[in-house]
Structure formats: structure tokens, C-alpha cells
């Protein structure tokens, strides 16, 4: 930063622009309109039920607490689009996909 730096240059449009809204609902709102947010919805009701109706495991509790935790980070920041954060849920999803499968008797 040089002293005494111009700042003409800056208009209020540029000052005013929104680059990222720190809530990851509504920035899935911006980016995929209201069916991705639909088909998010569909997404944790289904992950609701495959938990409801699972057999509760150590492992599927805190795997299912870690996925709580990471949902409810979106309230307030964007997790879903910074690496270092992101690479969890698709672990975190598997896991919860194996600790959950319904044995259908064929």
C-alpha cells in the first residue's frame, strides 16, 4: 500500500458489489435457483428418514453430528465452495451412505 493511495478511481458501484453473501443457502439459491435448493431439501429429507430408520452405531452418530456440524456452518459461512473445508462432506457422506443401508431381503 503506497501512502496517501487515490481512491478515485472507485465509484459507489464498485464499493456496493456483493461478491459472496457468507450463507451458503441462499449463494445455492443465487447459483442453482429454487429447484437446487428443492432438490437440497429432498436431499436431507432423505438423509433423515436412511438415520430415523437406521441402526444407531457410534460411528453413525458422530458421522451424522459431523454432517450437522458442517449443514449448520452454512447458516453463517460457505463450505461447500472452499476446498479445504469441502473435502470432508463426500467422506462424510460415504460413511453415512455404508452406516445406513437398508438390507433388502431378496
Not at 50 to 67: C, G, H, Q, Y
Not at 80 to 89: D, G, S
Request: charge should be positive; glycine fraction near 6%; hydrophobic fraction near 50%.
Amino acid at each position: 500500500w503506497k501512502k496517501n493511495q487515490d481512491f478515485s478511481q472507485f465509484d459507489d458501484k464498485t464499493l456496493a458489489f456483493w461478491d459472496n453473501p457468507h450463507n451458503e443457502y441462499i449463494q445455492m439459491i443465487f447459483d442453482y435457483g429454487f429447484l437446487g435448493l428443492i432438490l437440497l431439501i429432498g436431499f436431507l429429507h432423505s438423509m433423515y428418514y436412511r438415520f430415523k430408520f437406521a441402526v444407531k452405531s457410534k460411528e453413525l452418530v458422530i458421522v451424522t453430528s459431523m454432517i450437522l456440524m458442517f449443514l449448520v456452518s452454512g447458516i453463517g459461512h460457505f463450505p461447500f465452495h472452499l476446498a479445504r473445508l469441502a473435502f470432508f462432506l463426500p467422506i462424510l457422506l460415504g460413511v453415512f451412505d455404508c452406516r445406513t443401508k437398508v438390507l433388502v431381503n431378496g
